[in-house]
Each structure stands twice: as structure tokens, then as C-alpha cells.
């Protein structure tokens, strides 16, 4: 994660600036092959992205939160649903059926 920037930021700045840390963290996880990591953060930003959403009057910039938030909550569903769930049995083994053995 990188340093805050030092120019005096509002609150709504700062939380712009830490939902865009934690979607590059998240990407840099997901590259890294952690899944777990990169989904809590997504989920994160995504939470930060639609609170500024509802404080914002701007319909640009409300578009902008909520689109974003959506693609950083399809970015963690697909990262939940790649991974294998815990304590689940591991598959079973594929056998070729009869019909597909050559004669």
C-alpha cells in the first residue's frame, strides 16, 4: 500500500483514495494467487465505493461509485466461485463410459 498523499485531503478524499489502494492491493493479490486476500478487499472497496455513493450529489460521480463498486463485487463473486470451498470432498475420479472405448 502506498503513503497517503500530503496535500490536506476531505474525508471523502481520503476514502476515493483508500477504496482505489485497496482495488490495486486486490488485483496485486489476485495475480499473486491469493484469492482470499484479494476477495476481502474487493468486498472492501466495494463497501467504501456505495457509502460515498449515497453521500454524493453529482450524478456522474454517483455513477462513477456505483458502477465501480458493481465490477468490484463481480471481480470477488468470480474469485469466490474459482476457488475450491473448504471441506468439500475432492472430486471424484472421471472413468470413460463403455460407449466411448474404441471396439
Known amino acids: 500500500m502506498q503513503a497517503a498523499p500530503k496535500a490536506p485531503m476531505t474525508r471523502a478524499e481520503k476514502l ?3 477504496a482505489g ?3 490495486a492491493d486486490a488485483a496485486s ?3 499473486s494467487g491469493d484469492p482470499e486476500t484479494a ?3 474487493y468486498l472492501e472497496a466495494a463497501e467504501i465505493l ?3 455513493s449515497k ?3 453529482n450524478y456522474t460521480a454517483w455513477k462513477y461509485y456505483t458502477d465501480t463498486a458493481a465490477q468490484c463485487q463481480q471481480k470477488a463473486r468470480r474469485l469466490i ?3 475450491p470451498s473448504e471441506g468439500a470432498p475432492p472430486p ?3 472413468r470413460p463410459t463403455e460407449a466411448a472405448t474404441p471396439p
Open 50 to 52: 456505495l457509502l460515498l
Open 81 to 83: 466461485a474459482l476457488k
Open 21 to 23: 489502494q485497496l482495488m
Open 92 to 94: 471424484a475420479p472421471v
Open 55 to 57: 453521500v454524493e450529489e
Open 29 to 31: 493479490d489476485e495475480k
Open 16 to 18: 476515493r483514495w483508500y
Open 39 to 41: 476477495i476481502s478487499r
